[in-house]
């Protein structure tokens, strides 16, 4: 598979908002073991600091992680933050399961500001979508290291 185009003319660098998507190798269902979930996100959320880059939201999948992220100042490049976190998450995978993670390159989407909150209940509701659970609230591979499920979701029904 090539790799998915970019923006023509946009340099990837500052203070913006991006969706992304990073498939496993073969969508193969990886992310259904939550040690393979919590390994990745723990390295993830390392280049995250590494790259001045915050989570908004993530929900893992059982073959492919949505991340929305924010770069943090007028440095933050999403390629060099996308390539380190796929390498870093990749490589600590490999050493402890002997195996591939990622598949080569990546989905991203520019969010303009004021569908931030939209974007991110709509990473969120994934799992629902795809017949995992009936509330995000259930599936335990999904948040955000910048708000709350209620900030992101709102307050919980009474049922």
């Avoid at 490999?94 to 974007?119: K, M």
């Avoid at 209940?121 to 795809?130: Q, S, T």
């Amino acid at each position: 598979m090539s790799r998915p185009r970019r923006l023509r003319g946009f340099s990837y660098v500052g203070q913006h908002h991006y969706l992304l998507t990073f498939c496993t190798i073969y969508r193969a269902r990886l992310f259904e073991q939550g040690e393979h979930v919590e390994n990745a996100l723990q390295q993830i959320r390392i280049t995250l600091d590494v790259e001045s880059f915050a989570n908004l939201a993530y929900c893992f999948m059982p073959d492919h992680l949505h991340l929305l992220v924010k770069g943090l100042n007028a440095g933050s490049a999403l390629k060099q933050f996308a390539k380190m976190a796929k390498q870093r998450s990749g490589a600590s995978h490999a050493l402890r399961n002997r195996g591939r993670l990622w598949h080569e390159g990546y989905w991203d989407n520019v969010v303009r500001e004021d569908d931030v909150r939209r974007v991110a209940r709509y990473i969120l509701e994934n799992p629902v979508r795809a017949g995992l659970v009936a509330s995000p609230r259930e599936y335990p591979y999904l948040g955000s290291d910048v708000w709350t499920l209620n900030e992101i979701l709102g307050a919980p029904q009474n049922q």
